[in-house]
């Protein structure tokens, strides 16, 4: 009777994992492995090959490893201020960096269209002061950009907590062995915040592999990333099934490559999936 | 406690279980489905007050929204507006009902040049009421440049405006263009013709600022772009915001676009769609709708009462000259479309 009621109370979880996650997979499945008319077919998923997909795929994997590698090497750094800060100053920091993401990711990507327009304001700046204008704006650059601003603080976050827990008394135990800054750094600092790193690298890599958005609105349309061609698929050709198709190839990619982090996370600690 | 709990949980289960019967098909409603920004809300009000019929009015972007909408199958639409080709599409998929013009006596007050042209899409004019038409052309900054050379699409081609020039992100509109400048018909289905206006489109591509669709007048308000491909409504509603702006419809000649009502086989309330229609053609209403959306009205009480400025204007009202000069889309073949589809993300990727 007991266990019953438990089942119950997981009754709610167990709707939205097959309403919001199982079904819809599901559906994605049966819609990338079958034609328009519902015959089976493959090639919808074999069309990734397709010179245009391919080309949005290597586009997508490019952008998002250029934005993973310089939110990590402006968040690691920061990561170790913070930490070596006094109390009170940090939380601000900290506060700082959250605060933009009380605010909706769209209205923040719709800010920098404006900032960076050709007549915005930073354009206004630089011409006032002389100085040649920021021709930026829907270029893959303003899309790498504009993901570091919107995924920065997943990096910093991860990072910054593996890093306040460890001890001081092992950065000490290390020094009075004869360790040098390098050293303490290598074998003490680095592997104890590993675990930090690999969730922000997942964090920050899948969004910016999947996105669609930022590339559609700072990429005036000429940056053609995989999820836009997914969208597309959807909303303009109404080919659900090509959609569903490319869909699955790029949750390939993105299991992938969460497992690889994990595997490579594992000695550092708590891993994600 | 616990047992009020799961109760709870039944309770909400059983909720969102059943909720999907509850409401529906109450006679006295019609659900339209319309342009986003497409209909003075008011009207919708009046209607409402008027008849006691309750409007559930729903908005979409582009036509082929509209079209994964509509097939999507989870609401029973009984009354859309979209334009030419689209209800051509769906006239031939057999998702059209014939409207009963008897209960629409007020269609007298639309123009019958306009039905003319319809019978582009609507052969016999029995499916569709035309609500608002236009043109595509060229929106630009006077002060940015060279008046003389804007009859010609071939101006969006000309390397002085590099970075300043903004394309319609939509492959029919895009194609559109390229194709004219080519001598085609906008609706070929020709795989070398189509090729031809692809190889022109790759070439334009870098002096390209961006490709939109409806902030393409914000960014031309804003003076971000030179110049930009749009709708001539569109046009008519950035000139109000800024002075320096100017529209032409390029001699190579362009799209004339019809919106048109019409009925699809789901719908539930014939009569109460064909009711709306026929508050749509009053004099009145049309002025209200006319004054929301400043697209041309084929409505000839409402435009006589009109401004004569604002009657004479040719970027809101297109003479015949130019309208004689436009083809009007045309539904393509499914190979065609996939076809198109390659073609342009080819375009969209291309560096």
């Known amino acids: 009777m007991r266990n019953l009621k438990r089942q119950l109370l997981a009754g709610p979880y167990l709707i939205w994992m097959v309403g919001f996650v199982l079904l819809p997979v599901g559906m994605i499945l049966y819609y990338a492995l079958t034609t328009t008319s519902g015959q089976f077919t493959t090639f919808n998923i074999t069309s990734i090959t397709a010179s245009v997909h391919l080309k949005a795929l290597f586009l997508s994997l490019k952008l998002a490893l250029a934005c993973t590698l310089i939110c990590l090497g402006l968040s690691y750094p920061l990561a170790m201020i913070l930490n070596n800060m006094n109390g009170k100053r940090h939380g601000l920091i900290v506060f700082i960096f959250i605060l933009p993401m009380w605010m909706n990711f769209m209205l923040r990507i719709l800010a920098w269209k404006m900032l960076l327009s050709n007549n915005g304001v930073i354009n206004t700046v630089l011409g006032y002061f002389g100085l040649p204008g920021l021709d930026v704006l829907n270029t893959p650059s303003a899309v790498v950009f504009c993901m570091v601003y919107d995924f920065l603080p997943f990096m910093i976050l991860p990072i910054y907590n593996a890093m306040s827990r460890i001890e001081k008394d092992v950065i000490e135990a290390a020094k009075d062995l004869g360790a040098g800054s390098l050293t303490v750094f290598f074998k003490v600092i680095l592997p104890l915040t590993m675990s930090g790193v690999v969730s922000g690298i997942i964090m920050v890599f899948v969004p910016a592999l999947t996105s669609f958005a930022i590339s559609d609105l700072l990429g005036g349309g000429k940056v053609l990333l995989i999820g836009n061609v997914i969208e597309q698929a959807f909303m303009q050709e109404y080919n659900w099934n090509l ?25 550092g600690g708590a891993g994600i999936c | ?55 559930e009015y ?39 009902q014939e409207i009963d013009f008897g209960n629409v006596p007020l269609s007298q007050n639309l123009d019958p040049v306009y039905f003319e042209f319809s019978k582009s899409f609507d052969p016999e004019n029995k499916y569709s009421i035309p609500y608002f038409f236009g043109t595509v052309g060229i929106l630009y900054n006077r002060q940015m440049v060279d008046e003389s050379k804007v009859d010609s699409w071939n101006i969006l081609w000309d390397e002085d405006y590099s970075g300043q020039i903004i394309m319609a992100d939509s492959v029919r509109d895009s194609f559109m263009v390229a194709l004219k400048i080519l001598g085609y018909s906008l609706n070929t289905t ?29 960014e031309m308000i ?42 699809p086989k789901t719908a539930k309330h014939k009569e109460n769609a064909e009711k709306f229609l026929d508050f749509l053609c009053r004099e009145d209403i049309s002025m209200l709708n006319f004054d929301y959306v400043y697209y041309a009205t084929p409505n000839i009480k409402a ?33 065609s479309n996939t076809n198109l589809s390659i073609l342009w993300k080819e375009i969209k990727s291309a560096d």
């Open chain 2, 303 to 335: 435009k006589e009462s009109l401004d004569p400025e604002i009657q004479e204007s040719p970027i809101i009202f297109p003479p015949t000259e130019i309208l004689d000069n436009c083809e009007v889309l045309k539904p393509l073949d499914d190979i």
């Open chain 1, 243 to 267: 959609g569903s198709g490319l869909s699955l190839v790029l949750m390939v990619f993105v299991i992938v490559s969460m497992a690889l982090m994990n595997s490579h996370g594992e000695e």
């Open chain 2, 190 to 218: 020709d795989e070398k013709e189509l090729k031809e206006a692809q190889e022109l489109l790759i070439q334009q591509k870098p002096l390209v600022y961006s490709y939109l669709v409806d902030e393409a007048q914000d």
């Open chain 2, 58 to 96: 729903e908005e979409y972007v582009t036509p082929e929204n509209m079209y994964t909408k509509y097939r999507a199958g989870a609401i029973d639409y009984d009354l859309i507006c979209t334009s030419d080709y689209m209800v051509e599409k769906l006239i031939q998929e057999g998702q059209v």
């Open chain 2, 1 to 55: 406690m616990k047992k009020i709990f799961s109760g709870l949980v039944f309770f909400v289960l059983a909720c969102s279980f059943f909720s999907g019967c509850g409401n529906k098909d109450s006679p006295n409603t019609l659900t339209v489905l319309n342009y986003g920004k497409y209909l003075e809300p008011e009207a919708l009000e009046l209607f409402e007050e008027e008849t006691g019929i309750k409007v």
């Open chain 2, 222 to 263: 804003a003076e971000n772009a030179a110049m930009a491909v749009v709708y001539s409504g569109e046009a008519g509603y950035a000139l109000e915001f800024n002075e320096n702006l100017a529209f032409s419809v390029p001699k190579e000649g362009s799209n004339m676009w019809i919106d048109s009502w019409f009925i």
